[in-house]
Nanobody, 126 residues
């Protein structure tokens, strides 16, 4: 049984930092591209960042470029999202997702992922 479990969310003031983690089990983690999406209140879920299954290629939505960093540790079966200079508009539920052999930039931005986590709340106060 595949599980993706997010952790690290919470309440932070604007300008602060958080690091989310996504612990994966039940799959060969190194074969999967990993991504982060988010859903803000009253909005559709949107792509935030992704890392291809190999080669280290990363993608970001424009609004988080230079502030967020996606990374992974294949030895720990864990993906991370480092978030700096947080803004109130970053408030959302953050989801991690895994896509088998995901590498195409265009497809990594879509929601065509094999597995999803349950989400972790990030709230940024002004």
């Amino acid at each position: 049984q595949v599980q993706l479990v997010e952790a690290g969310g919470g309440l932070v003031q604007a300008g602060g930092s958080l690091r989310l983690s996504c612990a994966a089990s039940g799959l060969t983690f190194s074969n999967y591209a990993m991504a982060w999406f988010r859903r803000a209140p009253g909005k559709e879920r949107e792509f935030v960042a992704a890392m291809a299954w190999r080669g280290g290629n990363t993608l970001y939505t424009d609004s988080v470029k230079g502030r967020f960093t996606i990374s992974r540790d294949n030895a720990k079966n864990t993906a991370y999202l480092g978030m700096n200079s947080l803004k109130p508009e970053d408030t959302a539920v953050y989801y991690c997702a895994a896509k088998l052999f995901g590498s195409s930039d265009a497809r990594l931005r879509t929601e065509e992922y094999n597995y999803w986590g349950q989400g972790t709340q990030v709230t940024v106060s002004s």
